[in-house]
């Protein structure tokens, strides 16, 4: 079983920096590929970024790079997304997300989802 609890969301002012909380059970950094996904107000739920198991390795919307950071920490089964740099139009729900394998391609569908956190970005 696969959990996923995100927290860290709020309201921040353009410009301004937000880290994201994704706090998973038991083993699933080591079985799945993690990421963080996003919807704002009638929109498409969108990529945002991914992690790999075990190379680590990251993927980012070009939307974001630059400015959107993704790390884990293994001990306390915890996903990060660091946002600085924000913009209005990254006002969305962001989701946590576990991948199918520790493999990520572009498109890949995640087999499990968090609840959700609200990231409110002010001009």
């Known amino acids: 079983q696969v959990q996923l609890v995100e927290s860290g969301g709020g309201l921040v002012q353009a410009g301004g920096s937000l880290r994201l909380s994704c706090a998973a059970s038991g083993r699933t950094f080591s079985r799945y590929a993690m990421g963080w996904f996003r919807q704002a107000p009638g929109k498409e739920r969108e990529f945002v970024a991914a992690?790999?198991?075990?190379?680590?390795?990251?993927y980012f919307a070009d939307s974001v790079k630059g400015r959107f950071t993704i790390s884990k920490d293994n001990a306390k089964n915890t996903l990060y997304l660091q946002m600085n740099s924000l913009k209005p139009e990254d006002t969305a729900v962001y989701y946590c997300a576990a991948f199918s394998s520790c493999t990520y391609n572009y498109g890949s569908s995640p087999g499990y989802w968090g609840q959700g956190t609200q990231v409110t970005v002010s001009s």
């Open positions: 992690l790999t198991c075990f190379t680590e390795t990251t």
